[in-house]
């Protein structure tokens, strides 16, 4: 993606946390809000064996560009808090045969870990 990117590791240690590849989440940072929760797509999702969730942010308005700030000063100490993960129309595209992705800038991000699926 051009421009300013987070690109955020969360780990999930729960076993219970499952999502699915095309599936988004809502992140509420309790240091940049404490009422705002902002949807974000899963580009890694967690597996058995790597308990690791990851998502890009557009750094985009004030509230990416204040969690932005604060990871740079703060680094790993925020407080970030998911929900979900909720279904998304993405969910279905590896049952066709054939599909025609197209995105630009941050839509990118629903076919990242699609895309890596079909490549390996």
Not at 34 to 54: D, G, K
Not at 67 to 90: A, V, W
């Amino acid at each position: 993606m051009a421009g300013r990117t987070i690109s955020l590791t969360l780990s999930c240690p729960h076993e219970q946390f499952f999502c699915r590849k095309g599936q988004y989440v809502l992140m509420q940072c309790l240091e940049v809000s404490m009422l705002e929760w902002h949807p974000f797509t899963a580009v890694e999702v967690p597996t058995q064996s790597q308990r690791l969730f990851v998502i890009w942010i557009k750094v985009k308005g004030d509230w990416t560009e204040c969690l932005e700030k604060l990871l740079n000063e703060k680094g790993i100490n925020l407080t970030i808090l998911i929900d979900g993960p909720f279904s998304s129309p993405m969910e279905g595209i590896c049952k066709d045969r054939i599909a025609i992705c197209v995105a630009a800038g941050v839509g990118i991000t629903p076919f990242v870990s699609i895309l890596r699926d079909i490549l390996q």
